[in-house]
């Protein structure tokens, strides 16, 4: 079956501008987590939905990062008034069980 | 709060054993998990390992864990160049499905 997709792959932006970053989770997985993985850096948790329940944020850098997930399933970030230090890349991930299944990845450079 | 900590480089020659540490800080962990990120694609699953367990193995791969001192080691034991990648280890929060990264380590297996 299809795994974790994400959407762009890549993005530039502008310094200033917003960004909406997207997540298409294994059908089915109700967990569904961001990270951000910046050049030589682990991966930074952001925020986790967990079917119903309210979002663990605690991850969030600043007020400028949200997400959302509709209906369960797909899952956007957005990060407004982009700074350079946003660059990083984006990484989605899925769960069943005890695996995360992590999607591929949006780049992001703000230049 | 959950903090992960790994070293950032290990290189080894191949056929040799491998080694790579991991501390953590939350006491309430219930899972500890062992992710490959190889080059240019994404994070896999490698293994994982419950808090009540001291020991795990799986074909060339050994997870230890010491919980009194909060420390996970993974042993690759005859390396290949194959086993070239980044190491994150990661922790779950009791309960809660909160999952927290280190910064991984970059192993360098030298033919």
């Known amino acids: 079956g299809a795994g974790v997709s994400q959407s762009p792959s890549n993005k530039v932006t502008e310094k200033g501008k917003d960004v909406e970053l997207r997540c298409d989770p294994i059908?089915?997985?109700?967990?569904l987590y961001w990270y951000r993985q910046s050049l030589g850096q682990g991966l930074e948790f952001l925020i986790y939905?967990?079917?119903?329940?309210?979002?663990?944020k605690s991850g969030l850098p600043s007020d400028r990062f949200s997400a959302e997930r509709t209906g369960g399933s797909v899952s956007t970030l957005t990060i407004q008034r982009t700074q350079q230090e946003d660059s990083a890349v984006y990484l989605c991930a899925s769960r069943s069980f005890n695996e995360q299944f992590f999607g591929p990845g949006t780049r992001l450079t703000v230049l | 709060g959950e903090d992960v900590e790994q070293s950032l480089f290990l290189s080894v020659r191949e056929g040799d054993s491998s080694v790579i540490n991991c501390t953590y800080t939350?006491?309430?962990?219930?899972?500890l998990y062992w992710y490959k990120q190889e080059p240019g694609a994404g994070l896999q699953l490698l293994t994982y390992?419950?808090?009540?367990?001291d020991m795990k193995q799986d074909q060339r791969l050994t997870v230890l864990l010491n919980k009194k001192d909060k420390h996970l080691s993974l042993r690759i034991a005859d390396t290949q160049t194959g086993d070239s990648a980044i190491y994150f280890c990661?922790?779950?929060?009791?309960?809660?499905?909160?999952?927290?990264f280190g910064t991984g380590t970059k192993l360098q297996v030298i033919p």
């Open positions: 939350d006491s309430s962990s219930t899972y």
């Open positions: 990661a922790e779950e929060s009791g309960g809660y499905q909160k999952v927290t």
């Open positions: 390992i419950f808090s009540n367990m």
């Open positions: 939905f967990q079917g119903n329940s309210a979002p663990d």
């Open positions: 059908s089915g997985h109700t967990a």
